[in-house]
Structures are given as structure tokens and as C-alpha cells.
Nanobody, 119 residues
């Protein structure tokens, strides 16, 4: 199983960016998927989570600006980032709780994608 993020890049403050996280490999089901970020010199922090049923929770710092969605048929989660700020600059990671055919749930991480917001 692999999680691959895409869509990162350089964006001006106030702009928008959409990240994608595609799950590949043999999976029975994909449960919660989350987006995390890590800025230089800081710990990795949760941005938001989406359940298998589509319920979402967000960090206070991004609530109202970021939106997480998923397309279960495509095994892909998205992070829509609007009204971005320089403090949103970080490497963004996708995490997925994947249930395999062995009935074991394992958490997987993507490799990360850099988002840089210029002021």
C-alpha cells in the first residue's frame, strides 16, 4: 500500500491550492484519512481528518479556510486550501488507516509535499 501526495507548490498569500492523496495497492477498505503538516523546526501537527463516512474535523488554525474531502471510488483524499497564509508553509503529509484483506488495520503515511506561501 502506498499513499502519494501531489499538488504542492508555491502560492501567494490569500491564494488557493489543492492537495491530493492517492492510495494505491491492495486494500479492503480505507477508514479515516488525515492531513498533517510540519514546518521547519516544529513538530508535525494535525490539519484535519475525514472519516470513511465523510465527517470532518479541523485544527482551529485552518477551520473555515481548509476543506478535506474524499472520493472513495478513486481512493483519493483532497485538501482544499483557501486564503492561505505564510504560516501555512510546511510539508504536508497524508495519513490513512487502511484495512487489509488480512483484517488488520495499519496506518500509512505519504512522502509529503511542500507548500510554500509567499507574503
Amino acid at each position: 500500500v502506498q499513499l502519494v501526495e501531489s499538488g504542492g507548490g508555491l502560492v501567494q498569500a490569500g491564494g488557493s491550492l489543492r492537495l491530493s492523496c492517492a492510495v494505491s495497492g491492495s486494500t479492503f477498505s480505507i477508514n479515516a484519512m488525515g492531513w498533517y503538516r510540519q514546518a521547519p523546526g516544529k513538530k508535525r501537527e494535525l490539519v484535519g481528518i475525514i472519516s470513511a463516512g465523510g465527517n470532518t474535523n479541523y485544527a482551529h488554525s485552518v477551520k473555515g479556510r481548509f476543506t478535506i474531502s474524499r472520493d472513495n471510488a478513486k481512493k483519493t483524499a483532497y485538501l482544499q486550501m483557501n486564503s492561505v497564509k505564510p504560516e501555512d508553509t510546511a510539508v504536508y503529509y497524508c495519513h490513512g488507516d487502511i484495512l487489509g484483506f488480512s483484517n488488520r488495520q495499519i496506518g500509512y503515511w505519504g512522502q509529503g509535499t511542500q507548500v510554500t506561501v509567499s507574503s
